[in-house]
């Protein structure tokens, strides 16, 4: 049985790399008596996967965990038995059976959606108006916003604007940015680089540290061509 779990992480937990949260969780499933399989061999371990690691210092209301199960409880049940054994900053809101034959997270991810806001004590360059006018002139009037985009072993030229689904200047209690990217293994597109590319060719200097970066969900697209939220894939358990 194919169990998607939904998370938020927040606060301090936000500074707790992947490998780290592999652990907690494999105590924590332990702790909450989730009847998850194992895997066969010599060294057992729990069958489960995450849709797409998340950064150190960002923040998220969309995190995904798949597991596969032997048996389980409701919906309910589960998500008050794992919130139990859960540390501030980590929140189970999504418990959903999948259909037996179902991908995992991490095969079918498609897009993320994410707000970049400026921290309190950096001020944006730009007015929330400006900006609208600046991404206007700068990327969406442009065929084309290509980059050279390094990596530990070589460096390309990447057209970023097909890797972009949805851009715009957010204006609540700070100015920042909403940004919908192209996520997964073939084409992951960390939405600080689109912005640093911005920087980069309006000649302002790019501080990764004035930012607070926010993943509001994770989607894959459907037959149609339409992005559809992990969490709302496979049905609550009564």
Same mark, same amino acid.
């Given at each position: 049985m194919k169990i998607r779990i939904k998370f938020q992480k927040?606060? *301090?937990? #936000?500074?707790?790399?992947?490998?780290?949260?592999?652990r907690y969780f494999?105590? +924590?499933?332990?702790?909450?008596?989730?009847d998850i399989c194992y895997s066969e061999g010599f060294s057992p371990h729990q069958k489960m996967s995450f849709a797409s690691p998340l950064g150190v210092g960002i923040t998220s209301d969309g995190e995904y965990?798949?597991?596969? *199960?032997n048996s389980t409880k409701s919906t309910a049940e589960s998500l008050a038995a794992l919130n139990k054994t859960m540390v501030e900053g980590i929140r189970i809101v999504g418990y959903r059976q999948l259909p037996e034959h179902a991908k995992t997270s991490m095969a079918i991810i +498609? +897009?993320?959606r994410y707000t970049m806001t400026y921290k309190e004590g950096y001020d944006s360059p730009y007015t929330y108006e400006e900006w609208k006018q600046v991404l206007k002139e700068q990327f969406f009037d442009q065929d084309q916003f *290509?980059?050279? #985009?390094k990596t530990k072993k070589s460096e390309r030229e990447v057209d970023l604007?097909?890797?972009?689904f949805d851009f715009d200047v957010t204006e609540d209690d700070n100015i920042g940015f909403s940004l919908c990217v192209s996520t997964g293994s073939t084409d992951n597109l960390k939405p600080e680089l689109v912005i640093s590319s911005i920087y980069e060719k309006l000649g302002l200097t790019f501080d990764p540290l004035a930012f607070q970066i926010h993943r509001?969900?994770?989607?894959?697209?459907?037959?149609d061509g339409q992005?559809?939220?992990l969490g709302e894939m496979g049905e609550e358990i009564v």
């Open positions: 927040s606060g *301090v937990m #936000k500074f707790v790399g992947h490998l780290d949260m592999m494999q105590r +924590a499933i332990r702790r909450a008596e989730i965990l798949d597991i596969d *199960v +498609a +897009a993320g *290509v980059i050279l #985009k604007k097909p890797l972009v509001v969900d994770l989607y894959t697209k459907t037959g992005f559809l939220s």
